[in-house]
């Protein structure tokens, strides 16, 4: 499993980077702010990685920081949140909304987020309330 790679910008798109390791290219989705960040730079760069493998595709979802990564991890183990979901909610919420938001059971934070039904934000609210709680008291 890869979960960190070093390089630099060869592209980037709204959605997505291609980072030349050593003369490999890999495609990594990422949110659009994480994005904004990187393509200011032109050394090399770290990114976090969420690898997911399917049987038809293998992708890459990149982060700046190990707890965006986590945050990601525990979205997608909500049941109804995908990958594509997952960075959606990210893209338009910072890992501290999600966190507050979850602590204090705002669900109208995640009904804004187009996608994002009130049964599927009370989902999120419930089954990560514990886990968020645990993990950033």
């Known amino acids: 499993m890869i979960v960190k790679l070093k390089g630099r910008i060869e592209n980037y798109s709204e959605n997505y980077i291609d980072l030349d390791v050593t003369n490999v290219v890999y495609r990594i989705f990422m949110t659009d702010s994480n994005i904004s960040a990187l393509s200011e730079m032109s050394n090399e760069i ?3 990685i969420y690898e997911i493998i399917k049987e038809d595709s293998r992708n890459f979802i990149g982060f700046n920081n190990q707890e965006e990564r986590e945050i990601f991890c525990d979205l997608l183990s909500v049941q109804g949140v ?3 979901m997952a960075l959606n909610i990210m893209s338009n919420l910072s890992c501290e909304e999600i966190i507050s938001s979850i602590k204090t059971e705002q669900i109208s934070i995640f009904t ?11 989902r999120i609210l419930n089954e990560l309330k514990e886990k968020i709680q645990k993990k950033y008291d």
């Open 112 to 122: 804004k987020i187009s996608g994002v039904g009130q049964k599927l934000a009370k």
């Open 46 to 48: 770290e990114i976090f």
């Open 82 to 84: 995908g990958s594509k």
